[in-house]
């Protein structure tokens, strides 16, 4: 199975600033990885799928790069609505699989 | 507007059985990817399972075996039955809808599963 190791699992930040959340693949996954964010007792939401695609809908601070093994999730000017959970997904063969989690907390 | 709604979750005892419905609507369930994930209480997600729109059906190790994944088309409701269940089966499952890679754009609210004696 795939491996994605996501770090950090927590980090604290203020309204305004650029965060920066890792995944990396156990082995070449291509671009299909997606981003999704969550909040307590809530669905995921889809933000970032491809890689690199912006979800419709998802404002365009948020932003993904990468491919191969290598992927990052950037929230610039972070806004209220933005602390939440955010996960990986990769689909590129089964199982999917998650990296496991990281928490957008209030500084 | 697209939407999925999941029934089916409650309290059974280990060993016992359960029935998870996803109903869709705003689309066909019998040309979409649909999948089902899991994430226990304070945890991660967890991949379960999932059907293509050809009705190739695929499941995490920790499924194979014990639970399947259907579609009713006249229905369009996706079915995951449990048999089997075990105390770390207990979890929020959710289905959703897979438009492509990595590509999970609706998600249902979840249903609660708890197994326990």
């Known amino acids: 199975a795939i491996q994605m190791t996501q770090s950090p699992s927590s980090l604290s930040a203020s309204v305004g600033d650029r965060v920066t959340i890792t995944c990396r693949a156990s082995?070449?996954?291509?671009?299909?990885l997606g981003w999704y964010q969550q909040k307590p007792g809530k669905a995921p939401i889809l933000v970032i799928y491809a890689a690199s695609s912006l979800q419709n809908g998802v404002p365009s601070r948020i932003s993904g790069s990468g491919s191969g093994t290598d992927f990052t999730l950037t929230i610039d000017n972070l806004q209220p609505e933005d602390f939440a959970t955010y996960f990986c997904l990769q689909d590129y063969s089964y199982p999917w699989t998650f990296g496991q989690g990281t928490k957008v907390e209030v500084k | 507007e697209v939407q999925l709604v999941e029934s089916g979750g409650g309290l059974v005892q280990p060993g016992g059985s359960l029935r998870l419905s996803c109903v869709g609507s705003?689309?066909?369930?019998?040309?979409?990817?649909l999948t089902w994930f899991r994430q226990a209480p304070g945890k991660g997600l967890e991949w379960v399972s999932a059907?293509?729109?050809?009705?190739?059906?695929d499941y995490a190790d920790s499924a194979k075996g014990r639970f399947s994944i259907s579609r009713d088309n006249s229905n369009n409701t996706m079915f995951l039955q449990m048999n089997s269940l075990r105390v770390e089966d207990t979890a929020v499952y959710f289905c959703a809808r897979r438009r492509g890679p990595a590509y999970f754009d609706y998600w249902g609210q979840g249903t609660l599963v708890t197994v326990s004696s």
């Open positions: 705003g689309f066909a369930v019998s040309t979409t990817y």
């Open positions: 082995q070449d996954i291509r671009k299909d």
């Open positions: 059907i293509s729109s050809r009705g190739r059906t």
